[in-house]
């Protein structure tokens, strides 16, 4: 398959990854290779030149997300954040990974002097570039509020936003023989990486009947994620969007394989292990995990419901422009059971404030706060 990489990049990773492997006795566990295969400075996935976002494979891109797929997510979103913004009496929007800069334009220009900062927390020193780039052309009047971070200062204020965030972090491999739970890691068959696995102690969150040969994840860097955010924010509103289930839903006995999944070029795959630092690796978020490391961190849960539920709540069709087929078209995706409507979902915490007159506009109708 072409890409836009040499072939060096992805060859000098894999031979890095090798060395380090080969160096800790010939394994390593699957969210270590993950975070190396996604953030090696200058060769990981996040960290190389690569073209990640954008509509159609033809443009050299790997994935669409919803604010590339239209302004009006952006513009819906906005809506929410500037009533949690008047709500919580702060004035600053924090995004984290922000992607190819999309969302913090439609936002800034949703949103306009109601943001006295905008600060984008992103470890890519190659996509923090093209998200300054980017404001520069299509918000000049707002980019001198905007900030760049690669890592959380000492205290937040304001509202946090993270689109897509949470499926790119690492993730722990889990395979049940049939007898006992094993940690899945990585090691080597000459130049391959190849899968290995461990006895473990680790173990799914929930009870249930697996069947032999399951695999699955579990998702201890987006929880402590989650749990770093709430120390340092002291007062505002956290809301998540990303694809995933509550806990039954996620550790179902018929979701033998796991979500584990590769996207390269508008195309999906299952296998990690090729391709090393060419292609995105995702997993489905488990929102049960993260509310419960919310609330034992200190916040509380605002609501949970479906990105279609949350966008119709926010406003989404009133914002559709007349006869514009294309738009009417990219709103259908974003809504749609079947398409990203279901699939996505939208957590909101909070903390630092007085809570009990604030009823967030996204969470209105179909909130399901109780299934998680």
């Not at 939208?346 to 996204?362: K, N, T």
Request: proline share 6%; charged share 20%; hydrophobic share 45%.
């Amino acid at each position: 398959m072409q890409t836009n990489e040499p072939v060096s990049v992805a060859g000098a990773l894999s031979e890095r990854l090798r060395e380090a492997i080969a160096a800790d006795g010939g394994w390593w566990s699957f969210d270590r290779f993950m975070a190396a295969a996604l953030y090696t400075p200058g060769l990981g996935y996040y960290a190389n030149d690569r073209r990640k976002f954008g509509l159609l494979p033809g443009s050299g891109s790997d994935f669409v997300t919803a604010p590339e797929l239209t302004p009006l997510f952006g513009q819906a979103l906005a809506r929410q954040l500037r009533q949690a913004l008047v709500a919580s009496g702060t004035a600053e929007v924090w995004e984290f990974g922000a992607g190819s800069g999309a969302l913090a334009s439609q936002i800034l220009g949703a949103l306009g002097p109601a943001v006295s900062a905008y600060h984008i927390v992103d470890l890519s020193g190659v996509l923090r570039e093209r998200q300054r780039e980017r404001l520069a052309a299509e918000q000049p009047a707002h980019l001198a509020r905007v900030h760049w971070h690669d890592r959380l200062p000492e205290a937040m204020r304001g509202v946090v936003i993270g689109n897509e965030v949470l499926d790119a972090m690492p993730v722990q491999l889990l395979h049940f023989d049939g007898q006992q739970w094993l940690e899945r890691g990585v090691g080597m068959d000459g130049a391959r990486f190849v899968w290995r696995d461990r006895p473990t102690d680790l173990r799914p969150p929930v009870q249930a009947a697996f069947a032999p040969g399951t695999v699955t994840e579990i998702h201890p860097q987006a929880e402590a994620f989650v749990r770093t955010l709430a120390a340092h924010l002291t007062r505002g509103v956290v809301f998540l969007i990303d694809y995933g289930f509550p806990e039954d839903e996620y550790y179902l006995p018929q979701r033998r394989g796991g979500t584990l999944m590769c996207h390269r070029a508008h195309r999906a795959d299952p296998d990690p292990l090729v391709d090393v630092g060419e292609k995105d690796i995702t997993a489905h978020v488990n929102f049960t995990g993260i509310a419960l490391a919310g609330q034992d961190a200190g916040l509380d849960v605002l609501g949970y419901t479906s990105q279609g539920h949350f966008l119709l709540n926010c406003g989404l069709l009133e914002l559709m422009p007349e006869g514009d087929p294309r738009a009417a078209a990219a709103v259908q995706k974003l809504v749609n059971e079947h398409e990203m409507g279901e699939l996505f979902k939208v957590i909101g915490l909070a903390r630092g404030f007085d809570l009990r007159h604030f009823e967030p506009i996204g969470f209105a109708h179909g909130d399901r706060s109780h299934r998680l």
